[in-house]
Structures are given as structure tokens and as C-alpha cells.
């Protein structure tokens, strides 16, 4: 299954961009994980369907109402198939 993975820089950590990630990748019936890193960014793996990844591609580029996103890297990678989207703490 294709997936993607990377970081969203910007105000990410303390407004729970984790918290709205989650939720986004719940509607759009993905799979993965998100985290924050000790360097101030949000790191990610998501998996599933193209359409659903682009969308979610673009919402990661605007982040929840609270953040401000200045930057988004993105590689795309093939995974096995994950059960759920969770945040690792």
C-alpha cells in the first residue's frame, strides 16, 4: 500500500495538531501514526488510498485553525497495511 511520510514545521506542537491530524486521517479512513519530535516539528507516516492521501497532503499543509505550517516535507514509501491511526506519545 503507498503511504507517506515526513514533518510539518511551524507553530505545530501546542495546538494540537496531533490531536487534528488524527481526526482528518479518521475521515478520510487512513491509517498511520503522528508524533511530535524533540525539535519542534510533527513527524508522520500515513497510508492508504491516493485520493485520501492528497487530501490529506493538503490539509497538512494548512494544520488545524491554531498552528501556523511553514513548511511540509513529504516522501512517498510503500508499507504494509496498518491497523488505525494513532498518536505516539
Known sequence: MRGIRGEVAGKVQGVFFRKNTKAQADMLGL?????????????????GEDSAL?????WLH????????????????????????????
Do not use: H, S
Request: hydrophobic letters at 40%.
Open 62 to 89: 494548512r494544520g488545524p485553525r491554531l498552528a501556523r505550517v511553514d513548511k511540509v516535507d513529504f516522501e512517498t514509501c510503500q508499507v504494509e497495511d496498518l491497523t488505525g491511526f494513532r498518536i505516539d506519545y
Open 54 to 58: 492528497a487530501a490529506m497532503q493538503r
Open 31 to 47: 491509517t498511520g501514526w503522528v508524533r511530535n519530535t524533540k525539535v519542534g516539528t510533527v513527524a508522520f507516516l500515513i497510508v
